[in-house]
């Protein structure tokens, strides 16, 4: 108890100590605007792939009120909020386009398994023993707190207790695109997919119109955790109430041998019989698609989120995503969960990512560096469907804003601004993150969250799985 109150008061001095900081001032005079971020270099991210240099954004009320040279910002407006930008780099906040994020708290504890032997072996029977509302609150506390310091705004999360992980990314102020998990597997929060689809509907409604940052949509797990009229029921839930999809699609080949043998079609193709794909839909993995698949995930605008590190260390295989982006297929970039990752670290998918399209293509070409970047931003953007709000910078557009370093060691020379952001940039390289126009984080200090209490939280509920694992041995 003293200990986190000791915690409590340091996290609040850091606070005053941040807002004291030379880089961060406060005026006296009536401000009209509310934060102004400079740079060296602004990545805009938009359809030219414009980089302004020596420039500077005015934020008020959450939007990006004006974009233009720094002298001239600081002549033009009075702010409450002036964060400085000598060596830094500004860019739009990454998108997560696919995450777990309270399997945190299972980070290594299965490591080196095929994906249905991590599965049905070890995950499914951990989160039948130990996942609650605690878990899942603390889960994604740290989740979130992890993806902030490595510069991403916005996650799209599929996993049991959808309303505490929304109440937890409000909390942080991070955006988020909340499933309702659907599976016809009884689960933490339900006991088959019908009833699953009764909570889905329930949580949609209960978040709709909430706040700005919270995007509640449903979550089906997979064409072999599920029935398919039950999928098809799922997507006409997500019809009615017009959000988005979320699945599993594609990953492994387990899946296509499943689908052959149930319903003599691929996944891809099955889901397309019952117009599963009538409506925004977020596709993760696609990593055994055929050349005919393909084609229907380019007519049927359906988005493919590419989850490298997970694929790889399952061994999943290796996702054809430059054949997909030929044909027109919109890819954007994921994490997946930290039980299968280990972490949630998007400059490792953009670099994995990049890499692993060259060395199986043979073509050091395909995927470069700006091409990543677009997925891990604009391209994010329009797979949520959210491209007219994040994802660029520009004028009248969400500020989900992050300032970068690139003054390190590490960095020098620097000839190539979207190259070195792919290729050496890592989430230690963000030094300030502002999401829906709030600074969330500055000079890499938390202003949103305490990292000493979730350090305890976790290392609470991590104590209590070892022993009860070691107990069971």
Request: no cysteine; charged share 20%.
């Given at each position: 108890m003293y200990m986190r109150l000791i915690n409590k008061l340091i996290f609040i001095l850091s606070l005053i100590s941040i807002l004291g900081s030379c880089d961060?001032?406060?005026k006296s005079d009536n401000p009209n605007v509310d934060i102004v971020i400079e740079a060296d270099h602004i990545l805009t991210m938009n359809s030219k792939d414009e980089i302004l240099n020596g420039s500077a954004i005015?934020?008020?009320?959450?939007?990006?009120?004006?974009i233009d040279a720094k002298e001239i910002i600081q002549k033009k407006y009075e702010a409450k909020i002036i964060i400085t930008g000598e060596q830094r780099i500004i860019m739009p906040g990454l998108i997560n386009g696919h995450s777990h994020a309270a399997m945190t708290l299972l980070r290594g504890i299965a490591d080196d398994k095929s994906l249905i032997d991590w599965l049905n072996n070890y995950i499914f029977p951990l989160e039948k023993k130990f996942v609650s509302k605690e878990f899942v609150r603390v889960g994604t506390e740290l989740a979130c707190w992890e993806m902030i310091r490595g510069g991403t705004t916005t996650f799209v999360d599929m996993y049991?207790?959808?309303?505490?992980?929304?109440?937890?990314?409000?909390r942080c102020g991070m955006r988020a695109l909340v499933s309702s998990t659907v599976s016809d597997n009884q689960t933490p929060n339900a006991k088959n997919a019908e009833d699953a689809l009764i909570?889905?509907?329930?949580f949609i409604n209960r978040w709709k119109k909430k706040n700005s940052l919270i995007t509640p949509i449903l979550g089906p797990h997979a064409i072999y955790s599920m029935k398919l009229e039950q999928l098809e029921h799922t997507r006409n839930l997500a019809n009615n109430l017009n959000t988005p999809i979320s699945i599993h699609l594609s990953e492994s080949q387990f899946e296509s041998e499943f689908s052959t043998q149930n319903y003599e079609m691929t996944s891809i193709e099955a889901l397309e019989s019952i117009n599963f794909f009538e409506g925004t839909t977020i596709a993760a993995h696609v990593v055994w698609p055929s050349d005919k698949e393909i084609e229907i995930l380019a007519q049927r605008n359906v988005g493919v989120v590419h989850n490298p590190t997970s694929n790889m260390k399952l061994s999943s295989g290796v996702a054809p995503i430059s054949k997909m982006i030929e044909a027109g297929v919109l890819v954007g970039l994921g994490t997946d969960g930290a039980a299968s990752n280990n972490d949630l670290d998007m400059w490792e998918e953009m670099r994995l990512a990049s890499l692993l399209q060259k060395v199986?293509?043979?073509d050091p070409e395909v995927l470069p560096a700006i091409e990543v970047l677009r997925m891990a931003t604009s391209n994010g953007a329009k797979i949520i469907g959210m491209e007219n709000e994040i994802g660029t910078i520009a004028e009248g557009m969400k500020a989900d804003i992050i300032q970068i370093a690139y003054d390190d060691v590490h960095h020098i020379?620097?000839?190539?601004?979207?190259?070195h952001l792919v290729y050496v940039t890592d989430e230690q390289d963000v030094m300030n993150v502002i999401i829906d126009g709030k600074l969330i984080m500055h000079q890499r200090e938390f202003l949103t969250l305490d990292t000493e209490q979730i350090r305890e939280e976790v290392t609470s509920i991590s104590n209590t799985i070892k022993e009860t694992m070691n107990s069971n041995q």
């Open positions: 961060l001032t406060i005015a934020i008020k009320d959450g939007i990006i009120l004006d049991f207790y959808p309303d505490i992980i929304a109440e937890v990314a409000t909570n889905g509907e329930s199986t293509s043979m020379p620097s000839y190539d601004i979207a190259s």
